[in-house]
């Protein structure tokens, strides 16, 4: 007798179940990463409690807990700029540092692009993606790097002057909201 078409034998129903619990495993894993994704990158208000103006005519605003180095540094590729640190170990897991130089719209060609250049020169894989940064009377351009286990920041921030911001930062956690928030706090003197 032949077998009805409806019906299915044990090795095939087995399959079909095998497959359904993969399918809900993979929803699953999707359904958590971006999960993490937004809880990781949702903003955290800043609370500035410090007010600092640079030698190079850069004010900043930022939190004196969460960048407890605030100093003007002679960078190799940024030549002087202002420094903010979250501790003097750059070994601690919870390490961020970001540099801002002041210049014009012709002291990089474009130095986001360069500076992508550069880090991936050196990391390999980069990962770059838009950041939406705002800084009150400037233009800003910004983008974020996944390099292995860190996070680059890098900003231009373009004012009607012609005065412009280069940023750097580089942070271990999993969240840029402390750099965007200090990025996001700058101002010219």
Not at 86 to 109: H, P
Not at 114 to 142: C, F, H, M, N, W
Request: aromatic share 8%.
């Amino acid at each position: 007798m032949p077998k009805d078409i409806h019906t299915q034998d044990p090795s095939q129903q087995r399959a079909s179940r095998l497959l359904l619990a993969m399918g809900v495993i993979v929803l699953l894993g999707a359904l958590a990463y971006f999960g993490l994704t937004l809880a990781v990158n949702r903003r955290t208000p800043a609370n500035p409690d410090t007010h600092f103006d640079a030698e190079n005519g850069i004010s900043v605003d930022y939190e004196s807990a969460v960048w407890p180095v605030c100093q003007m540094t002679e960078d190799a590729a940024l030549g002087h700029a202002l420094q903010l640190a979250s501790g003097e170990d750059s070994a601690n897991a919870n390490y961020q540092v970001v540099l801002f130089q002041r210049g014009d719209k012709a002291t990089y060609e474009d130095f986001i692009s360069q500076s992508e250049a550069d880090l991936k020169a050196a990391y390999g894989v980069i990962s770059p993606r838009k950041v939406k940064l705002q800084v009150e009377g400037a233009t800003v351009t910004a983008v974020r790097c996944d390099i292995q286990a860190y996070y680059a920041v890098l900003a231009t921030i373009e004012y009607d002057s012609g005065d412009v911001i280069y940023v750097s930062g580089l942070t271990k956690l999993a969240s840029i909201s402390d750099i965007v928030n200090l990025v996001e706090s700058v101002s010219l003197t």
